[in-house]
């Protein structure tokens, strides 16, 4: 809903390596175990294959390596180098390096090293800011690691990204609050929400199956996520993910917990019934409407197969409902308009 600049990532999967963590919801030692490890040769035949594809585009877009995957800066030395430099020889062809970390593998030396390869960006998995939860899910670091490496960051020069996760052991929707309203005020660039998935093989999985952790649902975490999405918003802070990227395992059907295909989706479509109730609400619900959204948000704003015009009718006794597009209002602005 931005006029921003569309950005291409390259992404670069860089498996658990090095990772000295044992994360309850992680499932990277698995996937390690088979995973391909990228050199410099793989790096370069990625960018030139995106390059291919962008220098026939007819609009400018940004571009960018991403490497993500495990904890890139806790990776060899040897290697991190290696395809760090192989990136950085597009240097004026892309337009940045991104990778994400955890915030215990950051400390000055590295930051050093990321400026010299031409990192631009760097996010931390920051998960949650309550160290309850961060413990019970073994993450094995504390919040105010997550807070000392944001500052690090961004006094060193470069875009901070932060993620958060939701329905972790021990979470509810007060510590997720709490965690944004921290996230917030570490001033990061970008955030991405990721609702928590349990897979087969992890830890949580076990303990879901032991009776030890109620996984959260897909509506406990639309619920709470449409909470979260305003608050990053209202900061001016891009939210570049809610929700997993599919992939075979999520897509097998066989994880518990807050996944659904197109989670983003049904978030961003119950934060505008949010707003339309609330306007609803304040202007005594007349019974013909025309509720008025940002540019490209009638579809948010009418949901997955109608469901948030039907829910209003029937919450509001509403007889007709329009949904039309208006220039003046922007992210999430919604008017309830009597016709
Ligand atoms: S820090 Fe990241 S890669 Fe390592 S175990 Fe935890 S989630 Fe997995």
Request: proline content about 4%; charged content about 25%.
């Amino acid at each position: 809903m931005t006029g921003r600049m569309r950005t291409i990532n390259i992404p670069i999967f860089v498996p658990h390596l090095g990772c000295p963590n044992d994360c309850v919801f992680c499932d990277q030692h698995k996937i390690t175990m088979n995973a391909f490890v990228p050199n410099a040769e793989r790096v370069r035949a990625l960018i030139e294959e995106t390059l291919k594809y962008t220098d026939s585009l007819s609009t400018p877009v940004r571009i960018e390596a991403a490497f993500f995957g495990g904890s890139f800066t806790a990776i060899d030395g040897e290697l991190r180098r290696e395809l760090l430099s192989a990136a950085h020889e597009y240097r004026g062809r892309i337009d940045g390096i991104r990778l994400s970390t955890r915030p215990d593998a950051i400390d000055e030396s590295i930051l050093s090293e990321l400026r010299a390869f031409g990192v631009t960006a760097i996010e931390l998995g920051a998960q949650s800011m309550s160290d309850r939860v961060l413990r019970l899910s073994n993450r094995g670091h504390t919040s105010e690691d997550t807070r000392r490496a944001a500052r690090m960051i961004r006094e060193g020069g470069f875009s901070l990204g932060l993620q958060m996760m939701t329905g972790l052991v021990g979470d509810d929707r007060e510590t997720c609050l709490y965690t944004a309203r921290e996230i917030i005020a570490l001033r990061p660039d970008t955030v991405r929400i990721y609702p928590c998935v349990v897979i087969p093989g992890t830890r949580l999985w076990d303990m879901a199956e032991r009776g030890e952790y109620t996984p959260q649902s897909v509506s406990e975490a639309v619920s709470v996520c449409a909470e979260l999405i305003p608050m990053f918003t209202r900061e001016n802070i891009t939210i570049l993910r809610v929700g997993l990227m599919e992939n075979e395992i999520l897509s097998s059907g066989e994880v518990k917990g807050a996944y659904h295909p197109s989670l983003g989706e049904l978030c961003y479509s119950r934060v505008f019934y949010n707003a339309a109730c609330r306007e609803l609400e304040r202007t005594g619900a007349p019974k013909r409407v025309e509720i008025r959204v940002p540019p490209r948000a009638s579809s948010k704003m009418t949901g997955h197969k109608r469901e948030n015009i039907e829910k209003l009718k029937a919450r509001f006794s509403l007889g007709y409902i329009k949904v039309r597009e208006d220039e003046s209002l922007k992210d999430f602005e919604v008017q309830v308009n009597c016709v």
